[in-house]
Each structure stands twice: as structure tokens, then as C-alpha cells.
């Protein structure tokens, strides 16, 4: 049956009768029981999507999104792209969503879910990581990893690195055993008919609906423009989740950049590469060693005293390092790519992967004559430049657009566009009914097909939860902030039986408290609660612990920053008491919202109030979302950042979140902690969406 053929003729109708009480959704899901807001949220899509208009609907907590979009554009009958923010939230759709709605409403559909290359093996570069003499082969531990890797390679179907629990970002093995765009060897790959990549493509070209994610989304805009080549089909909707994460992933993609991990991953290819294809004919190793140590040197400058991890860049050097010092960085590393760029030119011509290495060092170079010394660029007058600090040495140079609204307005007005109809759908998208923080970010406010709705939560937030501001905690700038703190969540996760989640607003945040909850765990001041950190498993692996702690004796304290303020969805007991350790202001001396906070105030507007404030907001209502995931959930939030109280501005963002049972002190949280431990029941079944 193809899918054309099951379209509804009167989609609002077909919609509306999915919905009904005695509906298909309602016999088919256990547990699904009708939600006015689910339905006016579907209904406005199957609108939209008859009359060939966009929607921007912002969805609570509990209403059902992900339902209220399937549905009509199943019984549509049209191709679709549906992206969302994560591969988390991607496998979600696919395993589990996609496939309850087909079955409800008895249509079948052809579905793929398609990553970023990062995301799959490649099978040509564990072997050659294996069995060439290269540096993992003398790390034992890298060693042992890529023997891991290859059992697991004898046995996956689609490749997606997500199944192995022990890759986390950071891993050392993810560059050995996944390909990126530069150094893919493409048609001339040995493996190149079991690439892993070449399938999910290929399966996704033959599908009606691709399941991609946000990132990917925008990759495929950009190499469309570069290299002339799409990776996505056509479709008749586009569907973008979790749409408040497009503005800021569209400026990542669609920045100029260079990162000590690119050439860290150049050098590494071309001690690979050069003794694989070229042994004796120019010092590979040496030329490796050359542009790593110039790429730690630029890592290793000294800064000025308290310099924030991103350094303003609007003259010759960037804010807080020494000119001198500077350019000494600058020059040996255009040595060392200029060395590596004339032995790839002189030996280029005796493998492929060698001239890959070659265009990919060209492009890098391009890229660099526009960031470093201040070249010319395209975007001048728009953008931001700014230089990263990171963790180890690391660091990114960066000359980004201050928002994506110039790219992105063009896609939905694009004259002829395959993409018919255009839906944007979160939790927060906006402060007013106009949704003006979302649809201005992307260029959107003026256009007259794009239409908006807002649908509350119907979470009864104020019998359901509780809301904890700690008036007596130091200051968040304070460094006895952390440990304080932390001896606090020790003792309301050991009354509680841990069910707890720590959101901290930076990873360094995370692994302070991490290590503080530790402490107190060591010295004997809590139970023996089991501490869980971002950084040291997987995000799954993580999620999956910290849910198995909890019909454990004392529990866990997950400690998490970064993704983990958003798509993690912890409904019944797992999760009880939520933690966010201070409000999620952007530092004033971040360059892309200083620039975004000028713009503002060149138009009369004020860079705190209209630029700082509401993404401080929307950041704090995503947080605070983590905690009630469904109509029985009960649950404390706790907001360590006493600006909350003492703050002007406190009220503004107090009146973001849902309305809460306030705890006025120490003894009023522990009567509510312990309210929680005995109206808790046995693990309660999650009703279909």
C-alpha cells in the first residue's frame, strides 16, 4: 500500500476522529486518553498542512507533541523529514513513536533514521587502526578498545556507534573508528559496499519518512551549497522538533571555524596516511609531531587572570593574550600547515588518500586566512569572531553569523521549494503568543504563512510539584557555592533514596560537583549514594544506570550539564528531586550574545532585558521540564541561586516556569522529600503519548 494512496480527503476530519475518545489512538494505546490540547495542537497542523502554510506551535510538558504531529502527517499521505535535537530523541521517534502511531492508525509507512557520518563506523578505518603501526596500536587501553570495537563490528546491522555504552563524546577511539567528510576515501574505500554510511543513505533516499536531526539538518544546507551534493530527499514536510535549538545549531553549522581537534585529527592522518602510502618519501611522523605541538602551543597561551573561556576577537589578537606571544602561536602553526601542504603536494599523486589529505589541508588553510590574522569575510558586518577555550589544551577559532534567520527564512520562502509545509514544535519557543524569541532568531516574524499557537501544560504543576530556593546560600560566584551545595543534595538524596539530578550550567560546574557529592559520599556525611557524572559513559548508558540505582537501597545522583538540561525524559520515580545549581545566564563577556546584545541596543532595545534575560528564561523553563513527565509524577525542584529572591529580575523568571508549592526553608523540604517517600508507589506504567 503506498502511502499516497492512504491520504485522508478531509485531513481535519481524519485527525479529529484519531483523537476521539473511542478513536484509534485511544483502543490501540493503553493509557491514552484524550487531551484537548493534543487535539488543537493536531488539528492546527492538519490545517496547516492542507493549505499548505507553516506552524510554529509551542507544546507544555505533557501535551503530547510528538503524537499531535505524527498523526495528520501520517494521514497526509506526504513524504516527510522529521528532525529533532538528538540521536537520543531520533531513536525515540523511530523505535518508538513512529511505530505506535502506524499501528494505531493501521498505515504503514517505510521509515529511516539517518545520523551525522560521525555517528556510524567505518569499517575501513578500524582496520587500518588495527593493523598499522600508529599510535593506538602502543596505547594498550586505545588497543584493547579497537578489539572491543571489532567484536562489536561482527555484529551490529546499521554501524551507529551509539550502541556501544562505553563511547562517550570524548572518547579517544571515536576519530579511529568513524569517518569524517575530509577523510572519507569515498568510492575507492575496500569496504565502500559495506559502508555503514552509504547504507543509512541509501535506505533513507528509498523511505517516506527520514527521521534526521538538527545538525544534520543544516550539514546537508551547507554541503549543498559547497559541493553541490544532497544527502536528504525531497519532501512534502518538513517537521523540525525541539524547534528552540535551531537558532543556535544553525549558527554552529554555519560558522567558519577552526578547532585543535581538526588538526589534531589532520595530524593524526597524516603520520596514518603518509607512513601507509608514501613510507620514506617525506618524515611523516615528523610533520605529524610538527602541527600537533604547534596546535598545543595556540592551546597553552597564557591569559590574563580571570579570562572567560571565550576570548572577544574584534583587533589583531584576542582579548586577554599578549600580541607577541600571539603571533609566535599564529606563525608556527602556518609552518606547520604550510610543511604538511608541501608534502602532500609533492606525493598526492600516489594514493587517493593522500590527495584527500591534500584538499582537506587547502580548505583548512582557506579557513585559516579568514580567522587568523583577520582576513576578509563575507559575513563581516553580521558576524561575531571569537576564540575557545577548552578542557586539555583545546580551543576553536570561530567567525559566526549572530543568528540563522538570514539562511533560514530563505529555505521556508525558497520559490519552488519541495518543502510544502513547514512545522516547528518544542516546550519553549516564546514568552507571548506571537512566539517573537523563536520566530525572530529564525527570521520568521514577518512571514505571513507562519502561523503560531501556544498549548499549555495540563500538568496540575501545583499539586504535582514543589519549588525550593534556598535563601542562605552563598552567592553562585561564591567558590564555597559548589560545596555547599553539594552537602545539601547529599542529605536531601540520602532522605529521598537518591532519585536525584544535578543540572549544572557548565561542565566545570558538573565536575566540581560531581566531586564534592563524592566527598561527602567518602567522608561518611550521606549514605552511600551511588554518584553519576556526565563525561565518564555514555548519555544512554548514564540515563540507564541512574534508572536501575533507583530500586537500589540508597539510589543515585546523576550530575549533568550541557544536553542533559533538555531531552531526557525520567517519568514515575525514577527521578524526584531536581537540582539546578544557579541560573543559566549567558557571561556577559560571551562574544556571540555580547554582539547579538548590541544589535539589540542599536535598535533602541535593552541587551539584559530583551537579550539576556529571555534565554536565561527559556534555558531555566527547559531545565525545570526535566522534572514532571507525566500526570502521576510528583517531585521537588530545588534552584540554588538565591538572585532568585534578591534580584529585580527574579520574579520575571520565577513567573517562566509552571506554578509550584513554594518550600519556604529546611524544615519545609524535608517534610516534602518525605511526602514523596511514602505516597511513592511501584513503578508506574507510561501512558502512550
Not at 596546535?295 to 600580541?323: K, N
Request: glycine share 8%.
Amino acid at each position: 500500500m503506498s502511502l499516497h494512496a492512504a491520504r485522508v480527503t478531509n485531513l481535519v476530519d481524519g485527525v479529529a476522529a484519531a483523537f476521539a475518545a473511542d478513536g484509534p489512538l485511544a483502543v490501540s494505546c493503553p493509557g491514552h486518553r484524550p487531551r484537548p490540547g493534543q487535539r488543537d495542537m493536531a488539528l492546527a497542523v492538519a490545517q496547516a498542512l492542507q493549505s499548505g502554510e507553516h506552524l510554529a506551535v509551542e507544546a507544555g510538558t505533557g501535551v503530547g507533541k510528538t503524537f499531535a504531529y505524527l498523526v495528520p502527517v501520517l494521514l497526509s499521505g506526504q513524504r516527510a523529514l522529521l528532525s529533532t535535537a538528538t540521536q537520543a530523541l531520533q531513536d525515540q521517534l523511530f523505535n518508538r513513536d513512529i511505530p505506535a502511531v502506524s499501528r494505531a492508525l493501521g498505515l504503514p509507512v517505510r521509515v529511516a533514521v539517518l545520523k551525522g557520518r560521525s555517528s556510524y563506523l567505518c569499517l575501513h578505518r578500524l582496520e587500518l587502526a588495527r593493523t598499522v603501526g600508529s599510535s593506538a596500536q602502543r596505547d594498550p587501553a586505545v588497543a584493547a578498545g579497537l578489539e572491543q570495537v571489532q567484536r562489536w563490528a561482527r555484529l551490529t546491522r546499521s554501524g551507529d556507534v551509539g550502541e556501544l555504552d562505553t563511547l562517550h563524546e570524548r572518547s579517544p577511539l571515536r576519530p579511529l573508528i568513524t569517518s569524517t567528510r575530509h577523510n572519507c576515501v569515498g568510492t575507492t574505500c575496500p569496504q565502500a559496499a559495506q559502508c555503514h554510511v552509504n547504507l543509512a543513505r541509501r535506505q533513507a533516499r528509498e523511505a517516506d519518512w527520514v527521521v534526521i536531526n538538527h545538525h544534520l539538518f543544516f550539514a546537508d544546507q551547507v554541503i549543498r551549497e559547497a559541493e553541490a551534493v544532497d544527502w536528504l530527499p525531497e519532501t512534502g514536510v518538513v517537521v523540525l522538533d525541539e524547534a528552540h535549538q535551531l537558532n543556535d545549531t544553525g549558527v554552529q553549522l554555519l560558522s567558519l571555524s577552526i578547532t585543535s581537534d581538526h588538526l589534531l585529527d589532520l595530524a593524526r592522518e597524516l603520520a596514518l596516511q603518509g607512513n601507509a602510502r608514501a613510507r620514506g618519501l617525506r618524515p611523516w611522523g615528523h610533520l605529524a609531531l610538527g602541527l600537533e605541538q604547534a596546535c598545543r602551543a595556540m592551546g597553552s597561551l597564557p591569559r590574563e587572570a580571570g579570562a572567560q573561556a571565550r576570548s572577544a576577537w574584534t583587533e589583531v589578537t584576542p582579548e586577554g593574550l599578549d600580541p607577541s606571544t600571539w603571533m609566535q602561536a599564529v606563525a608556527g602553526l602556518d609552518q606547520a600547515l604550510t610543511a604538511a601542504l608541501e608534502a602532500l603536494s609533492a606525493t598526492a599523486q600516489s594514493a587517493a588518500e593522500l590527495a584527500r589529505l591534500l584538499d582537506r589541508i587547502k580548505g583548512l588553510q582557506t579557513t585559516w586566512s579568514r580567522l587568523a590574522p583577520g582576513g576578509p569575510s563575507p559575513m563581516e558586518d553580521t558576524s561575531v569572531r571569537w576564540m575557545e577555550w577548552g578542557l586539555d589544551r583545546s580551543w576553536r577559532m570561530v567567525r559566526a553569523p549572530l543568528d540563522s534567520a538570514a539562511r533560514f527564512s530563505g529555505l521556508v520562502s525558497e520559490a519552488g521549494s519541495a518543502a510544502r509545509s513547514w512545522i516547528f514544535a518544542s516546550a519553549t519557543l516564546g514568552h507571548d503568543e506571537t512566539l517573537g524569541w523563536f520566530t525572530r532568531g529564525l527570521g520568521l516574524a514577518d512571514h505571513s504563512t507562519v502561523r503560531t499557537l501556544r498549548v499549555a501544560s495540563p500538568f496540575d504543576h501545583g499539586e504535582q510539584a514543589s519549588l525550593f530556593v534556598p535563601h542562605d546560600l552563598p552567592e553562585p560566584s561564591d567558590a564555597a557555592h559548589a560545596p555547599v551545595l553539594a552537602a545539601r543534595v547529599a542529605q536531601w538524596a540520602t532522605r529521598l533514596g537518591g532519585r536525584t539530578l544535578v543540572l549544572t550550567t557548565t561542565l566545570r560546574a558538573a565536575s566540581r560537583m560531581a566531586e564534592a557529592l563524592n566527598e561527602e559520599v567518602l567522608q561518611g556525611r550521606c549514605a552511600p549514594v551511588q554518584v553519576l557524572a556526565q563525561g565518564r559513559l555514555s548519555r544512554a548508558a548514564l540515563l540507564a544506570r541512574f534508572r536501575a540505582a533507583a530500586s537500589t537501597g540508597h539510589g543515585a545522583i546523576l550530575v549533568a550539564s550541557a544536553s542533559f538540561w533538555e531531552g531526557v525524559d525520567l517519568a514515575g520515580d525514577a527521578l524526584q528531586l531536581l537540582v539546578i545549581d544557579k541560573l543559566p545566564f549567558s557571561s556577559p563577556d560571551d562574544p556571540l550574545m555580547a554582539a547579538r546584545a548590541a544589535r539589540l541596543e542599536a535598535q533602541g532595545l535593552k541587551a539584559f532585558g530583551d537579550a539576556y534575560l529571555p534565554e536565561a528564561a527559556m534555558a531555566l523553563k527547559q531545565g525545570a521540564g526535566r522534572l514532571i513527565r507525566t500526570e502521576t509524577d510528583r517531585g521537588v525542584l530545588v534552584i540554588g541561586d538565591r538572585r532568585l529572591l534578591t534580584r529585580s529580575y527574579g520574579l520575571q523568571l520565577l513567573g517562566s516556569l509552571p506554578p509550584m508549592r513554594r518550600v519556604v526553608d529546611e524544615a519545609d523540604m524535608g517534610a516534602a522529600l518525605d511526602a514523596l517517600v511514602l505516597t511513592r508507589s511501584s513503578t508506574r506504567a507510561r501512558p502512550c503519548s
